[in-house]
């Protein structure tokens, strides 16, 4: 079974998408999608980091929910910071250390302090233990740095166990 | 209403793709000139839906998905081009 | 049609334009590359995201209009997942070739916990001058 669905989250993914990309969902679509399905994770094996299993899916909803969340407020405080005069922003280098160390949560962690609004994650050490953040606008960085961690980290931690 | 909404946004796209072109004529590095290159990507985008909302049909979509794929990887390989000066390695 | 999806649509509509038009302006308007990278990879995303949600509401729930579309769905969920990577891409390109900035803070690389790895930063192989400057020819 291994041998034949190496990833079948990634399987049923690509049949999703074909669909989409379809926009029918007609007998020849879904036979289709299927294979597609079949014959990609199967050919780019190698490819594919070692993925974390989810160990709590209402975690992770809570998670998606709070970073669709903040990414709209944040959106809106970034406009005005845009907007406003340029003297009273005070953009900074914020050091993050890491406690993930799988290269796919990193990956999703780093992803998500890009879209928050605010800071773009612009650079990861090569022992994968620090990421550097630029931030637009922050009064206190230690404060910033430890709200990252405490809003975005901690949960990933908790969902995906490292 | 609908209408007018979908003018005013479209003259809104249209002015910030005036500014993307005014950051990508006046650089001053490369760099900037990709950012600003990727930015006028994402309005084309949007550009294009309001298009099909104007017109009322999804003819468009697959050429909006194209060029959303278009602007990513041309971004990440410009990117990596200057960063290594090689795209494949 | 509506009339109250009517009024939903074309908020969205209106509000995804906005804070598009907001991000360019950011990009025009800021003074270091870093502060640029702000405006397009945020503002632009949700701008386009909120235009993408109306185009979905409008094609989906419009009797007038034949035909279900859920192509918006995968636009945004590529969208969401390649802007972030490529705003890392072009912050790390910036980082490496020194780009000054605003803030006055040391350089971000010289930092002590960061450690710089073979397969990471290694140009020995190369010679010095095939590996392109990112600085524009006065």
Not at chain 1, 124 to 139: A, F, M, Q
Request: proline share 5%; aromatic share 12%; net charge negative.
């Amino acid at each position: 079974m291994k041998k034949i669905f190496p990833h079948p989250v990634l399987s049923a993914w690509l049949l999703v998408l074909w669909l989409f990309i379809q926009n029918s969902f007609g007998l020849g679509s879904i036979i289709m999608g299927a294979c597609v399905g079949f014959v990609l994770p199967i050919v780019t094996e190698k490819f594919w980091p070692n993925i974390p299993k989810i160990r709590s899916i209402p975690k992770l909803v809570r998670y998606i929910a709070v970073f669709l969340w903040d990414v709209l407020v944040a959106n809106i405080q970034v406009a005005f910071w845009i907007l406003g005069p340029q003297e009273n922003l005070r953009p900074r280098f914020l050091y993050v250390p890491l406690e993930l160390t799988n290269k796919f949560t990193i990956t999703v962690f780093a992803s998500t302090i890009s879209l928050t609004p605010g800071t773009v994650s612009s650079h990861i050490s090569g022992d994968r233990k620090l990421l550097i953040v630029h931030c637009l606008n922050t009064d206190d960085d230690d404060a910033t740095v430890r709200e990252i961690k405490e809003r975005y980290e901690k949960p990933l931690l908790e969902i995906f166990g490292c | 209403m609908l209408e007018w909404a979908n003018i005013i946004a479209i003259v809104m796209m249209t002015l910030s793709l005036l500014m993307n072109m005014w950051r990508m004529a006046a650089g001053p590095r490369t760099l900037d000139r990709v950012v600003a290159l990727d930015t006028m990507y994402i309005n084309a985008i949007a550009l294009i839906i309001l298009f099909e909302i104007y017109l009322d049909s999804v003819l468009y979509f697959e050429a909006a998905l194209l060029i959303a794929m278009m602007g990513f990887v041309g971004t990440v390989a410009l990117s990596k081009y200057f960063l290594r000066g090689d795209i494949i390695e | 049609m509506a009339f109250w999806l009517e009024i939903v649509v074309s908020f969205f509509l209106v509000a995804g334009a906005a804070f598009a038009l907001i991000g360019s302006w950011g990009l025009v308007k800021l003074d270091d590359f870093y502060m640029r990278l702000h405006g397009p990879t945020k503002a632009t995303t949700l701008g386009l995201g909120g235009i993408l949600l109306a185009s979905a509401l409008y094609f989906n729930f419009n009797p007038d209009v034949a035909g279900v579309s859920i192509h918006e769905v995968l636009i945004t969920i590529f969208l969401f997942i390649t802007a972030p990577v490529s705003a890392h891409m072009m912050a790390k390109t910036a980082l490496q070739k020194h780009f000054d900035y605003v803030g006055g803070q040391q350089d971000p690389l010289n930092h002590p916990r960061n450690v710089h790895t073979i397969q990471e930063h290694d140009l020995s192989g190369m010679d010095e001058s095939q590996i392109p400057d990112g600085d524009e020819e006065e």
